[in-house]
């Protein structure tokens, strides 16, 4: 695998501060990966808009009471080029996430559309037999499909409930289909939503139950956020998510869950827009302190 070096990756860190890649527990896996785009486009743009950024986030986390990602060390990989169609391009991650975890890595992958959730996902299955799925998302992601393509950003958890997955908590949703609806009725029992016109009424700590002392992957569609703080993504949704809701639900997760892997998609930097890439980038750096730093706080 080919890496960048550490003041290119993520967070921009020198090299006297950082560990070496054989040290390094957790690895950015940059995927721009652009071929079902239903509204706006500029995904493929999304992983390098977020490394930029995070040369800008403040290393000192608050929670943690110093820079948390000593803990733990980051490595990222170069960019990549990615294979021209939707399923081939799935392979590619897929055999990327298994090499990773294979070295007992925490795979960080940065989209690129949703779609790619179901290629990063299959090693996660093959190691984690109880593995949980923690999703945070506008749009429920349910569809068998869209515009004709199996793989379409809007079946991204479709695709990844083909699996034996038992548990998937879907948070700040506000956008289903039709459609959608029957396989959500058929799979109360695999597939919980907690809906984004809850939000004010939402128990945090009945959200994350289900996680309890397992392993979970978090996919986390950026227009979860509300639209007014993220309008930088191909598909916008008003009445979403916060940065302190968000925060919350990660935070309990991390208390009581192990977080394996994760995903962050759907940015599409706009040149005006750059705190949109910066909230990406802090909040990237935010999931690998609550699954990898040590878990103590002031």
């Keep these: 695998m080919n890496y960048l070096d550490s003041e290119q990756g993520f967070l921009g860190l020198e090299a006297e501060d950082t560990v070496s890649v054989e040290q390094a527990k957790a690895v950015i896996v940059p995927f721009g990966l652009e071929q079902s785009v239903s509204y706006g486009g500029g995904t493929a743009l999304g992983p390098k808009a977020i490394v930029a950024a995070s040369h800008q986030v403040e290393l000192f986390d608050e929670e943690f009471w110093r820079e948390a990602y000593r803990d733990y060390g980051v490595a990222t990989l170069a960019f990549p080029e990615i294979a021209g169609d939707i399923p081939q391009a799935l392979d590619q991650l897929e ?100 809906w984004g016109k809850d939000k004010q009424s939402w128990d945090i700590e009945k959200i994350v139950e289900r996680l309890r002392g397992r392993p979970v992957y978090l996919t986390f569609d950026l227009d979860g956020f509300d639209g007014s703080v993220m309008p930088a993504t191909g598909t916008p949704e008003p009445g979403g998510l916060f940065w302190d809701d968000a925060m919350s639900v990660i935070r309990a997760a991390a208390k009581i869950c192990t977080i394996v892997g994760a995903d962050v998609v759907e940015l599409a930097p706009r040149e005006e827009l750059h705190a949109c890439d910066f909230l990406a980038a802090k909040l990237c750096y935010k999931i690998l302190n609550f699954a990898l730093a040590e878990q103590t706080r002031t």
Excluded at 123 to 136: C, G, K, M, Q, S
Excluded at 159 to 172: A, C, E, H, K, N
Aim: proline share 5%.
């Design 95 to 194: 055999a990327t996430t298994k090499a990773l975890l294979e070295q007992d890595k925490f795979p960080l992958i940065l989209g690129g559309e949703h779609s790619l959730t179901a290629g990063s996902i299959r090693p996660f299955i093959e190691r984690y037999p109880d593995l949980a799925i923690l999703h945070f998302d506008a749009h429920a992601d349910l569809r068998d499909g869209y515009d004709g393509e199996h793989y379409s950003h809007a079946a991204a958890l479709r695709r990844v409930m083909d699996f034996p997955i038992d548990t998937l908590i879907s948070v700040g949703i506000r956008n289903i289909s039709a459609g959608e609806i029957p396989f959500l009725e058929a799979n109360t029992d695999r597939i919980q939503i907690f």
